[in-house]
């Protein structure tokens, strides 16, 4: 009897009545769920996430770097390589003045209307998103001399495999100078380089890296997309003689700027700031 009983206990704290089972515990389970039913579901396609932005930039300058972007906005932006029309009406050219209230400085890259004879060209660069209306105004003031203008969706297009937003407005910064009530008729308000308002390579290089990392097509679409380079061209990088040192991808931008018309029949002409001092400021400042 006492062997009986030791052998009862022994198979009760293996799963006997004193314990559940493995089994009973796994039945207990199914148990539960089948009383509480179907897991709850539900299809989300074509739900997108909330609060996306509302507003986007389209950068054809330096905002074409993500390094200039982020100086600005202060964080990360991530760009689509994109394209603006033709007819959009405007094209991209060096007529925009930075540094006139010194009394000196260099002519950026803004848009301006076509000229006679001229040939109506598209705009590449990059859409991206601004985050809120304080981010938006960082911009603005950024591109004090510039007006923000809308662009209608129609006119921008994708240029990779990265796709546009499908909401919200893209705008674009237009030189004060450019008339866009959409009358017509009255000429752009825009001085072309001069000796005291160069091209100047530090400028370029900041936009042509910024391409260049969107790949060397895009760089050299950049280029022949790029109207009103001048002979007043100034090369001012840090160590102009050995570039390299100092400015990343020196080399690229040089055989592509070489090398791509309309920038290559002027490109001859960037001097050293002491050559560009010789050739050109000589005469501006002699007094007469």
Request: charged share 25%; glycine share 12%; hydrophobic share 40%.
């Amino acid at each position: 009897m006492a062997g009986r009983s030791g052998g009862s206990r022994a198979r009760e704290g293996r799963g006997g009545r004193g314990t559940p089972s493995r089994r009973d515990v796994l039945l207990g389970l199914a148990g539960l769920a089948a009383a509480s039913g179907p897991a709850a579901a539900r299809d989300f396609w074509g739900e997108g996430l909330p609060d996306q932005p509302a507003d986007f930039l389209f950068g054809y300058g330096t905002l074409i770097s993500e390094p200039s972007r982020t100086s600005t906005s202060r964080r990360r932006v991530v760009a689509v390589p994109a394209r603006v029309s033709a007819r959009f009406g405007l094209v991209r050219a060096f007529v925009a003045r930075g540094g006139a209230r010194s009394g000196a400085g260099f002519t950026a890259l803004g848009l301006r209307h076509l000229r006679e004879g001229e040939v109506a060209s598209s705009i590449n660069g990059v859409v991206f998103p601004v985050r809120d209306a304080e981010e938006m105004a960082a911009f603005d003031r950024r591109e004090g001399g510039y007006q923000r203008v809308e662009v209608a969706p129609a006119l921008v297009e994708a240029v990779g495999w990265q796709g546009l937003p499908r909401s919200g407005r893209v705008w674009i910064y237009v030189p004060k100078g450019v008339d866009m009530s959409g009358e017509g008729g009255a000429p752009d308000d825009l001085v072309p380089p001069d000796a005291a308002f160069p091209l100047v390579q530090s400028y370029i290089d900041v936009v042509l890296q910024g391409a260049l990392a969107e790949g060397g097509a895009f760089a050299r679409e950049l280029i022949e997309t790029t109207f009103d380079w001048s002979a007043f061209w100034l090369d001012d990088r840090p160590i102009p003689r050995r570039p390299w040192a100092e400015t990343e991808q020196a080399g690229a931008i040089d055989r592509l700027l070489a090398s791509t018309e309309p920038a290559a029949s002027q490109f001859r002409n960037r001097l050293y700031p002491e050559l560009y001092a010789a050739r050109h400021l000589a005469d501006a400042t002699a007094p007469r």
